[in-house]
């Protein structure tokens, strides 16, 4: 039987498309405009914003008031010696440097900080700066504070601060697993700092000068340590192994012995070193910094944990001792 060519039917075409699944290498797809967020478009001012505030926090620009120790030597020499210009050099020469310092220590104890419920938040324990990065910002600074002392032509500030490197990231890398020897590099830094004081601005420092300076800066290690103990108790020695080594009671006895070392050494200097209405009001200087540093051994105590820097920079009475002892200083002068 034969079908006409007028029965016949024809089933309806189903033509496919085939749609390619691949993208082709090199080709991007485009993302909707509303699918963007609106800080899209400043995605990279905002991250070198990020890196640039994670570099400065890693400077620990907290500590920069530190370097202010260098004005020490010639305001107790009661001159500037060359000239301010010479000790702001100084100045910045030591920021950078310590900043050098920040940088190669946070690398360094980068495992250790994230295991600590502070320091976890520092920018190389937590991944915004990079160890490579942190490694040659300080390079850069240390380079930096090493030139200073050539550009104001005072070598021996520029031999200080590589002594203050040198003792610094022995430190980071060694020294700080040495009980007592690491409190004496800690205590290292603050008199390093005031003899390139003495060096940019050519006044030689008198060796009671030396004996305050370096007995306030042990004490300040010490209240350092004594602070980790009170606020970490036992997990102290696990973000800080040295201080398995250390007593809180051993450290409080060691603090106030030096305290009062400080009193007695600085009423010996305030005797030899001037006469007259001078030495009178260098006396009675003595009496505001007997109170400032029993302040600091109360605070050291009782202060909960806090960071050395606040307690003294923010309790209202060791900030008045201080501005006491400065202006009976100054009427010295």
């Known amino acids: 039987m034969t079908t006409r060519p007028s029965e016949r039917r024809t089933a309806p075409a189903t033509a496919t498309t085939t749609v390619p699944t691949t993208v082709p290498q090199g080709a991007q797809i485009a993302e909707p405009a509303l699918l963007r967020g609106p800080g899209a478009a400043r995605g990279r001012p905002g991250a070198a914003l990020r890196w640039l505030t994670a570099a400065i926090q890693t400077?620990?620009?907290?500590?920069?008031?530190?370097?202010?120790?260098?004005?020490?030597?010639?305001?107790?020499?009661?001159?500037?010696?060359?000239?301010?210009?010479?000790?702001?050099v100084a100045i910045?020469?030591?920021?950078?440097?310590?900043?050098?310092?920040?940088f190669v220590n946070d690398v360094v104890d980068a495992d250790r900080d994230r295991r600590h419920p502070v320091k976890r938040k520092r920018p190389v324990a937590a991944g915004t700066l990079s160890a490579p990065q942190a490694l040659a910002l300080a390079v850069a600074a240390a380079g930096v504070a090493l030139a200073s002392g050539f550009l104001i032509s005072a070598?021996?500030?520029?031999?200080?601060?590589?002594?203050?490197?040198?003792?610094?990231?022995?430190?980071?890398?060694?020294?700080?697993?040495?009980?007592v020897l690491e409190l004496a590099c800690v205590a290292s830094g603050f008199v390093l700092r005031a003899l390139g004081g003495a060096d940019a601005t050519h006044v030689p420092p008198s060796g009671w000068f030396l004996t305050v300076i370096s007995l306030g800066a042990l004490m300040v290690a010490v209240a350092k340590r004594r602070g980790e103990l009170s606020s970490l108790g036992p997990e102290a020695a696990r973000h800080r192994p040295v201080m398995r080594w250390y007593s809180y009671g051993v450290l409080c006895t060691v603090g106030r012995a030096i305290a009062a070392g400080i009193i007695v050494s600085y009423a010996l200097w305030a005797v030899s070193s001037f006469g007259g209405m001078r030495e009178v009001w260098h006396l009675v200087s003595v009496v505001p910094l007997?109170?400032?540093?029993?302040?600091f051994d109360w605070l050291s105590v009782h202060g909960a944990g806090r960071a050395v820097e606040?307690?003294?920079?923010?309790?209202?009475?060791?900030?008045?001792?201080?501005?006491?002892?400065?202006?009976?200083?100054?009427?010295?002068?």
Not at 73 to 83: E, T
Not at 156 to 178: D, E, G, N, Q, R
Not at 312 to 317: K, L, N, W
Request: net charge positive.
């Open 59 to 88: 400077s620990r620009p907290r500590q920069w008031p530190k370097n202010l120790l260098v004005l020490a030597a010639p305001l107790a020499g009661a001159s500037l010696g060359r000239g301010g210009v010479y000790a702001i």
């Open 92 to 102: 910045v020469a030591f920021t950078a440097a310590s900043s050098a310092v920040y």
């Open 155 to 179: 070598p021996w500030l520029s031999v200080t601060i590589a002594a203050y490197l040198a003792v610094s990231f022995l430190y980071s890398l060694a020294l700080k697993h040495v009980p």
């Open 290 to 295: 007997a109170v400032a540093l029993a302040r």
């Open 310 to 333: 606040d307690l003294i920079v923010t309790d209202r009475v060791m900030a008045g001792a201080e501005v006491a002892w400065l202006v009976t200083f100054a009427l010295g002068l």
